[in-house]
């Protein structure tokens, strides 16, 4: 990735600075984590449904999406892709800070994506939490 990501800066002649590949590598960067963080959360449905695993394939195989940008999508994928699961954070907005997004618009982005981490990680912790009082209760 970083081997592409000089080429395409080199060959493209894209102006770029520091503070650019800076907000671009923690948007990617947290985008991953944001994008891994509702996989924890369907994982931790084997508390109630036993076995995960289809839910767990289904969601690998959204990943699929990641490569194609966000123009070629309706309204309501972007919006998922966005605050459900948000592939978009790392790949789509990168590129974006990268070649077309003020710095003050990055930095919004990047505000936005770490509420977005804010709100998955508290929900993160009550789904871990409530799962292991029911797995508890069952132990005896």
Do not use: K
């Not at 449905?45 to 839910?55: K, N, T, Y």
């Not at 959204?62 to 123009?71: A, E, I, K, N, V």
């Not at 990047?110 to 929900?123: E, R």
Request: net charge positive; glycine share 8%; with cysteine.
């Amino acid at each position: 990735g970083l081997g592409l990501l000089i080429f395409g800066l080199v060959h493209y002649d894209i102006p770029y600075t520091p503070a650019r590949l800076a907000v671009a590598g923690v948007i990617c960067t947290l985008g991953f984590l944001a994008t891994f963080i509702p996989f924890g959360m369907i994982c931790l449905m084997a508390f109630w449904i036993g076995r995960a695993a289809f839910l767990r394939d289904l969601f690998i195989e959204l990943f699929m999406f990641r490569r194609f940008p966000l123009s070629e999508f309706p309204n309501a994928f972007i919006m998922a892709f966005t605050f459900v699961i948000p592939l978009v954070f790392s790949g789509t907005v990168p590129v974006l800070v990268l070649t077309r997004l003020s710095m003050v618009e990055s930095l919004l982005l990047l505000g936005l994506l770490i509420a977005i981490i804010a709100i998955q990680l508290t929900l993160f912790i009550i789904i871990w939490r409530r799962g292991l009082r029911r797995y508890e209760s069952f132990g005896g």
